[in-house]
C-alpha cells in the first residue's frame, strides 16, 4: 500500500488572466501615449533647467521670509524621472485599471512641478498668488460645472451655462450698485440665473425643443439683452449702476492661520465659502437623497421612471431651476467677487470652460470641482509665468488654459459616458 506525500496533491491551476477587449487596449495605448509624451516633455525641461535654486514664495506680499529654495535641475530631474514612470506603468498595464486615475494625477503633478522648476530657476515663483489666484478663477467654474451636474444628471443639457454667467453678474452688478448690499446682490444673481434657467426648462421639457440649439440661442440672448442694457443704461450712469461693492474676505480664526494653506483658503469671500458648500451639498442631493436618486433615475431611464410614479417631467423642472441658483452665483462672482463693474461679455467663454470641466469630471460633482481648479491653475499660471518673464511668447501663455483643456478632455479623460437619457426630451405616453 502507497503512502500519500504531499507531492502527489495536484497543484491549484493559475488564474486565468482578463483578457483585454481591443477597444481598451485603443484607449490605452492612444492615452498612454498621449501621457508619455507630456513626461518626456517634463524629463527634457530638467536638461534645459538652468543650474542654481528655484525660489518659492509661499506667503502672498512677503518677499523676505517664508521663502522656499530648492535646486531647480535636479528637483526637475526627479520629476521627470517619476513622470515617465507613471506613463510607463499606465502604458504597460503594469498597475490596476482603478488606479490609472492616479497615475495620471502623479503625471500631471510631475510635469507642473518639473515646468515651474525650469520657469522659476534663479527666480522667485509666487507659489501663495498662484494658488490664491487658481481659487480665484476656479470659483465661477465650479459653480458652472455644479449647474451642469444638476441638468445633465436630469437628462438636460445645459449650453446656456455662459449666458446664465453674463445674466447673473449684470444683475449683480446692478443691483449691489443700487442698494449697496451685497445679500441683495448674490439673491438677485441668484434669481436671475433661474430664470435664464426656466427659459432653457420650458423650450427644452415643455416645447421639446433641441437643447443643443437652445443654449447657444439663450447664450446669444443673454449676450444681446445685458450688452443692451449697458450700452443703454448703465454706461452712461457708471457711477449711479456700475459701481458695485467687491465681496471682503471673512477669515475663519484658527483655520486661517494653518501655515500656505489657511491664507488661501480660509481667509476667502462668503461666495467662495458658498462654493466649497455648494460642491457638499450637490454631491450629497445627488448621492444620499431620495430626490437625487430621481434626478439620476430621469436622466438614465425617464420611462422606467415613470413606470414607477416618478413625475419625470416634474423633476427635471426641479434640477434645472436649481441648477440656475448656481450658475447665477457663478455670475455674481465676475463683477461682485472680483472684478468690481460690469462689462458686456466680461464672462469670456468661462461658462464654456465649466462644460468641459463638467466632461473631465464625469459628470460628478467632485470630478467637475477637480477638472475647475485645474483650469483655473492654467489660467493662472499664464499670468504668473509672465511676472517673472519666462521666455515663452506671450501669446501662447494666453492659449495655455485652452490648450490645456483640449489636451484634457480628448486626450487624458478617455472615454466617457454621458447620463443615457442626456439631451432626450421625454414623451408621456
Known amino acids: 500500500m502507497s503512502e500519500t506525500t504531499p507531492d502527489a496533491v495536484p497543484a491549484a491551476a493559475p488564474k486565468p488572466q482578463a483578457i483585454e477587449a481591443p477597444a481598451d487596449r485603443t484607449r490605452r495605448l492612444r492615452v498612454g501615449g498621449v501621457m508619455l509624451v507630456f513626461a518626456l516633455i517634463g524629463l527634457g525641461l530638467a536638461v534645459f533647467t538652468k543650474g542654481g535654486k528655484a525660489t518659492f514664495q509661499l506667503v502672498s506680499g512677503d518677499l523676505q521670509h517664508n521663502l522656499l529654495g530648492i535646486p531647480a535641475q535636479f528637483a ?5 524621472i517619476l513622470g515617465v514612470i507613471a506613463a510607463g506603468a499606465y502604458l504597460l498595464r503594469r498597475v490596476p485599471q482603478s488606479y490609472s ?3 495620471a494625477a502623479l503625471l500631471g503633478i510631475c510635469f507642473i512641478g518639473a515646468f515651474l522648476c525650469w520657469a522659476a530657476a534663479g527666480k522667485t515663483f509666487p507659489l501663495a498668488n498662484q494658488f490664491q489666484g487658481t481659487l480665484n478663477f476656479a470659483t465661477p467654474l465650479i459653480l458652472g460645472a455644479l449647474a451642469g451636474v444638476m441638468c445633465e444628471r436630469a437628462g438636460v443639457i445645459n449650453i446656456a451655462i455662459e449666458g446664465q454667467f453674463l445674466v447673473g453678474a449684470f444683475t449683480a ?4 450698485s ?3 448690499s451685497s445679500a441683495a446682490a448674490l439673491i438677485a444673481a441668484a434669481a436671475s440665473g433661474v430664470v435664464m434657467a426656466w427659459l432653457l426648462a420650458v423650450f427644452s421639457i415643455k416645447y421639446l425643443v433641441n437643447q443643443v440649439v437652445l443654449g447657444v440661442v439663450l447664450v446669444v440672448f443673454a449676450t444681446g439683452i445685458t450688452g443692451f442694457l449697458f450700452d443703454q443704461f448703465m454706461q452712461p450712469q457708471a457711477e449711479k449702476l456700475n459701481t458695485p461693492a467687491v465681496l471682503s474676505a ?3 480664526p484658527g483655520l486661517a492661520d494653518i501655515p500656505f494653506i489657511g491664507p488661501i483658503l480660509f481667509n476667502q469671500t462668503i461666495l467662495v465659502y458658498l462654493t466649497y458648500l455648494a460642491v457638499a451639498v450637490v454631491t450629497f442631493v445627488l448621492f444620499q437623497t431620495r430626490w437625487g436618486l430621481r434626478i439620476r433615475a430621469v436622466g438614465e431611464h425617464p420611462k422606467a421612471a415613470d413606470t414607477v410614479g416618478i413625475k419625470v417631467k416634474r423633476i427635471r423642472y426641479s434640477a434645472v431651476l436649481a441648477a440656475g441658483v448656481l450658475a447665477g452665483l457663478g455670475g455674481a462672482f465676475f463683477t461682485v467677487g472680483y472684478a468690481g463693474s460690469f462689462s458686456k461679455e466680461m464672462t469670456a467663454g468661462n461658462g464654456f470652460i465649466a462644460l468641459a470641466a463638467l466632461i473631465m469630471g464625469r459628470w460628478h460633482p467632485i470630478g467637475a470641482m477637480v477638472a475647475a481648479l485645474f483650469f483655473g491653475f492654467a489660467t493662472q499660471l499664464q499670468s ?6 519666462t521666455p515663452i511668447p506671450g501669446e501662447l501663455l494666453l492659449m495655455a488654459p485652452y490648450l490645456a483643456t483640449i489636451i484634457a478632455v480628448a486626450g487624458l479623460v478617455g472615454r466617457v459616458r454621458a447620463p443615457k437619457a442626456d439631451g432626450e426630451p421625454y414623451v408621456t405616453e
Open 178 to 180: 443700487t442698494t449697496n
Open 384 to 389: 504668473q509665468l509672465q511676472i517673472i518673464q
Open 76 to 80: 526637475a530631474l526627479v520629476l521627470g
Open 173 to 176: 452688478a446692478l443691483v449691489s
Open 101 to 103: 486615475g492616479y497615475l
Open 250 to 252: 471673512v477669515k475663519i
